[in-house]
């Protein structure tokens, strides 16, 4: 399916991160020459052991121009993954760090590809870009007016900025720039950041850590459409191969599901039972987040999510599983 990434020097910006592994896997499967620059800011060396021999790693700040400009030089494809992500508890207080790296992040990667002739560039943006009061499911709408999702509105800014200079440099460069808007990926690989991380990641660490009673953040009546990590990274390859006008395109599908239903599938599949108590004094973002993937669809040629929540659900499981037994989550935790 990705014959057009065979042989390809290609580099992913963050590919330490929960992400960028599995990028990295689909690359190197595909047989691209696959490199990789991060700050371990959040990412870890580790989390590409098992590439090891298949992946060149170069450790590099991207908040820093030139460091961006020298190590950006030859390579045909760029995967803009690098960002600071984190759940809602961080994000909701950190607007002003949220906004400050990821704008100079995406800033500093376009312009570097730009002096390098980059080939193709993927910025890798965020359904937080859209408003709280965006249309259920939510198509590709334009986000350069009015406010980004309130509980995420640093990064949300951040996001938006980084898609404006993107459409900047298609329309002056002519640059071939890709941009997708994902709706919460989840999986195993993730790497965990304490009470800052992500709903799915947060849930099964507080089930498996045997929290009773397990405490969610809302009423558990928000929804939410989840997609597994390896199929957002196999769409992300396929959008940057169809579509480089630098028009967004969402990375998600309509299939939300409650999270009050989320935590149920979680303590099934876990076969846990704690008691399940909902705190509606923290916050829970918007009632309801779930993606037209009708241009999605048309970009990629109608593609099928290979991994049900079930299924995905219990990969992340076993993954925290073997690595807590490890203690491999001492530096995360
Ligand atoms: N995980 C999600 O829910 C989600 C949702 C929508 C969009 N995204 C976007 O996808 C991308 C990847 O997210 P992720 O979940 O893999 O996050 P992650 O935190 O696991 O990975 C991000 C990587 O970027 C690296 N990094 C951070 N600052 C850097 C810097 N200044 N220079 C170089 N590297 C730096 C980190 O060390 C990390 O390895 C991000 O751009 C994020 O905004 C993620």
Not at 127 to 134: E, I, K, L
Not at 207 to 213: A, I, R, T
Not at 298 to 306: K, L, Q, R, S
Request: hydrophobic share 40%.
């Amino acid at each position: 399916m990705f014959e057009f990434y065979r042989g390809k020097r290609v580099l992913v910006t963050g590919g330490c991160g929960f992400l960028g592994g599995y990028l990295c896997e689909e690359l190197v499967n595909a047989g691209a020459k696959v490199s990789v620059i991060d700050n371990f800011a959040s990412g870890t060396r580790e989390n590409l052991d098992f590439l090891k021999g298949s992946v060149q790693i170069i450790e590099g700040d991207l908040r820093d121009i030139n460091v961006a400009v020298r190590h950006l030089a030859g390579y045909e494809v760029v995967f803009n993954l690098a960002g600071i992500a984190f759940g809602v508890a961080f994000s909701n207080i950190h607007n002003a760090e949220m906004f400050y790296s990821n704008t100079t992040i995406q800033l500093n990667v376009l312009e570097a590809c730009r002096i390098n002739r980059t080939g193709r560039v993927l910025m890798v943006s965020s359904s937080c870009v859209y408003p709280d009061d965006a249309p259920i499911p939510t198509p590709e709408l334009p986000v350069f007016t009015g406010n980004p999702e309130s509980v995420n509105s640093g990064y949300g800014w951040a996001k938006r900025v980084g898609e404006l200079a993107a459409t900047y440099y298609h329309e002056n460069y002519q640059m071939d720039i890709a941009i997708c808007r994902p709706f919460n990926p989840y999986g195993g690989r993730y790497l965990w950041h304490g009470m800052n991380s992500h709903v799915i990641p947060m849930l099964v660490k507080k089930v498996l850590d045997g929290d009773n009673p397990l405490v969610v953040w809302g009423s558990g009546e928000q929804s939410r459409n989840f997609i597994h990590a390896k199929d957002a990274v196999r769409l992300m390859m396929l959008i940057l191969e169809n579509r480089t006008d630098a028009r967004p395109v969402n990375l998600g599908f309509d299939n939300d599901i409650k999270v009050c239903d989320l935590v149920k599938t979680i303590l099934e599949v876990s076969g846990k039972s704690p008691k399940v108590v909902f705190d509606t004094e923290k916050p829970e973002g918007r009632k309801r987040k779930s993606a037209d993937a009708t241009f999605l669809q048309d970009t990629v040629g109608n593609y099928t999510p290979e991994m049900p929540l079930e299924e995905g659900i219990r990969d992340m499981i076993q993954w925290y599983d073997r690595n807590k037994q490890a203690g491999t989550f001492a530096k995360w935790a």
